[in-house]
């Protein structure tokens, strides 16, 4: 049985070896459709706001999404679970 941290290189490894032409589609595929259903969902319920804010919105979205996207497939270890370290005043027995 494969150990968490052994899992976690090969799935790092995975990411990385993926060619970067696949992750702009990638990039490109998840900000489209956040975007997209950003845009439609402020469309769709006209809440009295311009088209302009409702792009600028649907833009920053995307963006968002392609960001955690990315973090989360190519820069793993930016979202590594760290051991908590006991504070400094704590008093072990020995």
Same mark, same amino acid.
């Given at each position: 049985?494969t150990s968490?941290i052994q899992?976690r290189?090969?799935?790092?490894? /995975?990411?990385?070896?993926? *060619?970067?032409?696949?992750?702009v589609?990638?990039g490109?595929?998840?900000?489209?459709?956040?975007?997209s259903?950003?845009?439609v969902?402020?469309t769709?319920?006209?809440?009295g706001?311009?088209?302009?804010?409702?792009?600028v /919105?649907?833009?920053?979205?995307?963006?968002?999404?392609?960001g /955690?996207a990315?973090?989360?497939?190519?820069?793993?270890?930016?979202?590594?679970?760290r051991?908590?370290? *006991?504070p400094?005043?704590?008093?072990?027995p020995?």
């Amino acid at each position: 049985m494969t150990s968490r941290i052994q899992t976690r290189r090969h799935w790092g490894q /995975y990411w990385k070896s993926v *060619p970067l032409s696949f992750m702009v589609v990638l990039g490109l595929a998840v900000f489209l459709t956040f975007s997209s259903l950003v845009f439609v969902s402020g469309t769709l319920l006209n809440r009295g706001c311009h088209l302009l804010v409702v792009l600028v /919105y649907a833009a920053d979205m995307g963006i968002v999404a392609t960001g /955690y996207a990315l973090a989360f497939t190519r820069f793993i270890r930016l979202f590594a679970a760290r051991r908590r370290r *006991p504070p400094s005043d704590h008093i072990r027995p020995h």
